[in-house]
């Protein structure tokens, strides 16, 4: 055995409350104990309590949620990062920030381990592995569970109690679950069946969209260089922006995604998710984009958008792809200000007005009434141009038909005739 110390990613629950004793007596390490709040509700003095009564050396706690939001919720929702085209990343986010502290803790404490409770099956553990190895190659990581303490849960409540370790002992959730600012992360039990509808108990944040109030409320957003920044225009913190949205939509039913998403070992695996702030926001920002960036940019930006979303997902939020895409995503933002205003009704949020002091809509351009400012007559000369390799084609090589039947003999159509009149007669 080594007294080599590690630092361990807590989170206060049965798992890794077992892991501190365990990694003293299995493998002789001094522990250290790192807490992240990322909004999914931390009880500092409690989980520092139960850290050290399991024999930690030492329990850090630390309040990140400015910065998870500031860092890596912001920078998510500016790209446009939606995990094949609907999860939010909530989890996936939570995970390199984490990593990073874990890291820090490490070079403050001497360690030169540090730990997590992920199993050999699941996303996380790929993402605080490949993190930890980014930012720090010099130190290993360890996973309990990957290692030989994978116990029962009856057998960890056991353990527990021998060590004098308090630890929640009711009945255990049908779900894992998983949640922070952004989002809540549900599966296993009997959503593992992808036919089965998610019973009402898995959710906790949104009402059912058929409950919801029959009264549509409005909201404003503001936003400053693709970050949203004020709420029916009271300037607001990232964070309580967030809270308060996960509030108010999700009391309108919005929010809720059921999904079939592709783990990246390679297992299918049916997620729900609760995400009322983020669905809100990113429809909010896809809306404004599309006011103030060019066809061309909105097009690349999307692909940029889906290739980080797939690195965060993938644990390589710090690979140097993802630094550099996200600078990039970082310069289309300068323009990307203004307010968007949404309707909050039944399970939805529609957009109903947009406005930005960059906006590229001109009026006097795009309205078919009075004071149409577009010139008519130019379109002729530019489909001219824009059709000619059509038309060089289609006289080279024929019309395109392939001498195929007359479309309009296949459907049959209806063909009606004017009588002609008789030679002489006016009308």
């Known amino acids: 055995m080594t007294s080599e110390t590690v630092v361990l990613a807590y989170s206060g629950g049965l798992d890794t409350s077992v892991a501190v004793p365990w990694l003293r007596e299995t493998h002789g390490h001094e522990v250290v104990t790192l807490t992240v709040d990322v909004g999914g509700g931390v009880d500092a003095g409690a989980v520092q309590r139960r850290a050290l009564a399991g024999g930690a050396r030492s329990a850090i706690v630390v309040d990140a949620r400015a910065a998870f939001v500031a860092d890596y919720i912001w920078p998510a929702l500016q790209a446009g990062s939606l995990y094949q085209g609907q999860y939010p990343l909530a989890t996936a986010l939570a995970r390199p920030l984490i990593a990073r502290l874990l890291v820090d803790a490490a070079h403050e404490t001497g360690a030169g381990l540090v730990a997590h409770g992920c199993t050999g099956k699941g996303n996380d553990q790929v993402r605080f592995d490949v993190a930890v190895a980014a930012l720090d190659p010099s130190l290993r990581v360890i996973a309990p569970m990957r290692v030989g303490m994978g116990m029962t849960r009856d057998e960890e409540l056991a353990y527990a109690r021998t060590r004098g370790i308090d630890v929640p002992s009711g009945p255990s959730s049908p779900f894992s679950i998983d949640a922070n600012l952004w989002g809540r992360s549900i599966e296993a039990g009997v959503l593992e069946d992808p036919w089965t509808a998610p019973p009402a108990e898995a959710f906790e944040w949104t009402i059912d969209p058929a409950?919801?109030?029959?009264?549509?409320?409005?909201?404003?957003?503001?936003?400053?260089?693709?970050?949203?920044?004020?709420?029916?225009?009271?300037?607001?913190?990232?964070?309580?922006?967030?809270?308060?949205?996960?509030?108010?939509?999700?009391?309108?039913?919005?929010?809720?995604?059921?999904?079939?998403?592709?783990?990246?070992?390679?297992?299918?695996?049916?997620?729900i998710y609760e995400a009322p702030a983020a669905v809100v926001l990113h429809a909010a920002h896809a809306a404004l984009e599309q006011l103030t960036l060019s066809r061309e940019l909105l097009a690349y930006k999307r692909s940029v958008g889906d290739r980080l979303a797939t690195l965060a997902y993938d644990g390589l939020w710090f690979s140097e792809l993802g630094v550099a895409l996200r600078a990039f995503v970082t310069h289309t933002q300068r323009f990307v200000s203004?307010?968007?205003?949404?309707?909050?009704?039944?399970?939805?949020?529609?957009?109903?007005?947009?406005?930005?002091?960059?906006?590229?809509?001109?009026?006097?351009?795009?309205?078919?009434?009075?004071?149409?400012?577009?010139?008519?007559?130019?379109?002729?000369?530019?489909?001219?141009?824009?059709?000619?390799?059509?038309?060089?084609?289609?006289?080279?090589?024929?019309?395109?038909?392939?001498?195929?039947?007359?479309?309009l003999d296949e459907l049959g159509a209806d063909r009606a005739t004017a009588t002609p009149e008789p030679v002489g007669v006016t009308r």
Request: charged share 25%.
């Open 211 to 271: 409950a919801a109030p029959r009264e549509a409320r409005e909201v404003t957003i503001g936003f400053e260089d693709g970050v949203p920044v004020s709420l029916d225009g009271e300037a607001l913190d990232g964070v309580t922006l967030v809270e308060r949205l996960n509030r108010e939509a999700g009391a309108h039913g919005i929010g809720r995604i059921d999904h079939v998403e592709d783990r990246l070992i390679g297992i299918k695996s049916r997620e």
């Open 338 to 407: 203004g307010e968007v205003r949404l309707r909050f009704a039944a399970g939805a949020a529609a957009v109903t007005g947009r406005r930005s002091p960059h906006s590229l809509y001109d009026i006097g351009l795009a309205t078919y009434d009075r004071g149409d400012s577009f010139d008519h007559a130019s379109a002729v000369g530019f489909i001219a141009i824009w059709g000619l390799p059509v038309r060089t084609q289609a006289a080279a090589r024929g019309d395109g038909s392939d001498g195929a039947r007359s479309l």
